[in-house]
């Protein structure tokens, strides 16, 4: 284990231990030495000491270490309106924290800062303000204390001119106009859009200055709209040249040396239910009838670590990138082309190496076993959800068409029924807020937003994902083999409150009880259903809900109501 990796666990479990309070340097180690850790002492001090520094933690006079809440602050995003005042957007979710002029310590919008969260019973009141009544919900305020990381250095927006001075305005328009001087303008002109460095912040006397690095061309274009926002986010289109060169030695078919030790399952009909623009199929599914009347589904996964190697160019690289990102009608891949679209995509009609999955479920969705292979397979075909789900809804021509596969997709979607069932009933929740898809013409332009469906074929999908990967955490955990899990902690009580008010207003009651029933939660949203609250509801609710992690530490998905849930599948783009 790498010390990196040995410093991120050992601050998951420092983070885990100080949820419940304020803890000493010597509470903590003793707790870490019962979990089996045995760090040194000066470790943990080392660690403590980069959590402050991070925010993620805050040291006391008494030298005792808490998370920011029990201090009574937060960590958050500085966010400028632009308008003469600022709020604080929690890393954690829940309300903005509104941010005075004279407390703001000269943050500039997207800083992550420190504050301490102050309420207006806090802040002494003038004159007949005291009069006012106090029964509405006091308006956060709070105070900047520390300013963690500054806003990224490359910025983009566009040269424009004030009088005789040359200045710099973010595309966000909540940054302050940037000085630049004629040496820092790399032949930029008045209406380019360009990212620009920050060089100095300014002060009470001077104002802030900038140079430009790159000049993207004229503002006004599609592409150098787009560019500009890809680097601003840091994301890289081209990919190194060592990671091509790699991409570049793997072969362009499956070699039939690489069928050693593996189960092979070419015969077996198996295909991919995607997208109808997708050209990355990373997952495909098989069902059959076992004669004990159970079912066998397979998931089977592409097979990207057989090509990507630890520690390769290419695994250095997608782990910078993290996922691959796709904006309107455009994808940039984690990984080159000649993978994603090539030797790791299950394309239809030719062998491809895998990870199956098969699980052994009973009609009503009980999972009884659960097996894993390497194997080789050779999808059947390349399905769309709007096939399926034309099949599923009836339609004779489209079954007619797809009459080898029509009668495994109603196998498939009952078992989707049963698993969705199950899962609603052990308290998951179910939000359907609608996805936006931008429309594209021809060239690229957009020229519209629609709300993107969803029918059985997503349904059938998401469920057997689902079910693979809980299977795939708890096999992982009970073998207590290394896992990265998809963990969701429990709401915040008083965010659930906040939102049980909001809900009040449309007419749903919700008691003290009922919060922490997401039974309860969910009705809610059920019956909000063809009302106009229909899609503010779910919304305040997601709102009001942790955000979902990756972690070391296996602690549940409190939104789907798992034990056990990591992310199996989907290797190609993320």
């Not at 903590?28 to 991070?54: C, F, M, N």
């Not at 992550?112 to 969260?117: A, C, E, K, P």
């Not at 802040?123 to 956060?140: A, E, F, M, V």
Request: with cysteine; glycine share 8%; aromatic share 6%.
């Amino acid at each position: 284990m790498t010390a990196e990796c040995k410093d991120t666990i050992l601050k998951q479990l420092i983070l885990s231990e100080t949820e419940q309070g304020i803890r000493m340097p010597d509470e903590l180690i003793r707790a870490l030495d019962r979990r089996g850790t045995h760090a040194k002492h000066s470790e943990i001090v080392r660690v403590l000491a980069e959590l402050v520094d991070e925010g993620s933690l805050m040291r006391a006079r008494s030298n005792r270490y808490g998370r920011p809440e029990a201090f009574g602050c937060l960590v958050g995003t500085f966010c400028a309106t632009g308008r003469g005042y600022s709020f604080v957007r929690p890393e954690a979710g829940g309300q903005d924290i509104f941010i005075p002029p004279h407390r703001d310590k000269g943050a500039w919008h997207g800083d992550r800062v420190l504050i301490r969260v102050r309420t207006e019973e806090d802040t002494p009141r003038r004159g007949r303000q005291s009069s006012r009544r106090t029964d509405k919900p006091n308006r956060q305020e709070g105070e900047v204390l520390r300013i963690l990381e500054q806003t990224r250095e490359n910025i983009t927006g566009c040269i424009v001119m004030r009088g005789r001075l040359t200045m710099f305005r973010d595309d966000s328009g909540r940054l302050p106009e940037i000085v630049v001087g004629k040496k820092h303008l790399a032949d930029a002109h008045p209406g380019d859009r360009v990212a620009l460095k920050i060089l100095f912040r300014g002060n009470e006397k001077y104002l802030p200055q900038g140079m430009v690095t790159r000049v993207f061309g004229s503002g006004l274009t599609r592409d150098a709209a787009a560019e500009a926002i890809l680097f601003e986010h840091g994301i890289s289109v081209p990919f190194p040249e060592d990671a091509m060169e790699q991409a570049g030695n793997i072969p362009l078919f499956v070699q039939e040396q690489d069928w050693a030790g593996r189960l092979d399952l070419r015969s077996k009909m198996l295909f991919t239910i995607d997208g109808d623009t997708a050209k990355d199929f990373d997952d495909a599914v098989s069902l059959e009838t076992l004669p004990n009347g159970h079912y066998r589904l397979g998931v089977h996964i592409a097979d990207v670590s057989h090509y990507v190697t630890p520690g390769s160019p290419l695994d250095q690289e997608a782990f910078r990138r993290g996922t691959s990102v796709y904006y309107a009608d455009q994808v940039i891949p984690m990984l080159p082309l000649s993978l994603s679209n090539g030797i790791c995509s299950l394309n239809p009609g030719v062998n491809r190496l895998a990870f199956s999955a098969f699980i052994e479920l009973g009609t009503d969705g009980t999972r009884y076993s659960v097996e894993f292979h390497h194997s080789v397979i050779c999808s059947f075909a390349r399905l769309t959800y709007a096939q399926v789900n034309r099949i599923l809804s009836g339609d004779w021509q489209e079954r007619s068409l797809r009459q080898d596969i029509a009668p495994v997709l109603d196998e498939m979607n009952e078992l989707a029924k049963q698993l969705h069932a199950r899962r609603m009933q052990r308290g998951a929740l179910e939000l359907n807020i609608p996805e936006a898809v931008i429309l594209c013409d021809r060239n690229g332009n957009p020229t519209g937003v629609e709300k993107r469906g969803r029918g059985d074929g997503e349904r059938l999908i998401e469920e057997f994902m689902l079910v693979a990967n809980e299977a795939v955490a708890e096999t992982l955990f009970r073998h207590q083999l290394p896992a990265v899990y998809r963990t969701h902690d429990n709401p915040d009580l008083d965010k659930l409150r906040a939102f049980a008010a909001q809900a009040r207003l449309f007419g749903y009651q919700l008691s003290e009880k009922d919060l922490t029933d997401p039974h309860r939660l969910q009705q809610v949203i059920d019956r909000s259903a063809g009302n106009p609250e229909q899609q503010a509801l779910p919304t305040m609710l997601l709102r009001s809900l942790s955000r979902a992690r990756y972690s070391p530490l296996c602690t549940g998905h409190y939104g789907l109501a798992s034990k056990y849930y990591l992310h199996f599948t989907s290797p190609i783009r993320r």
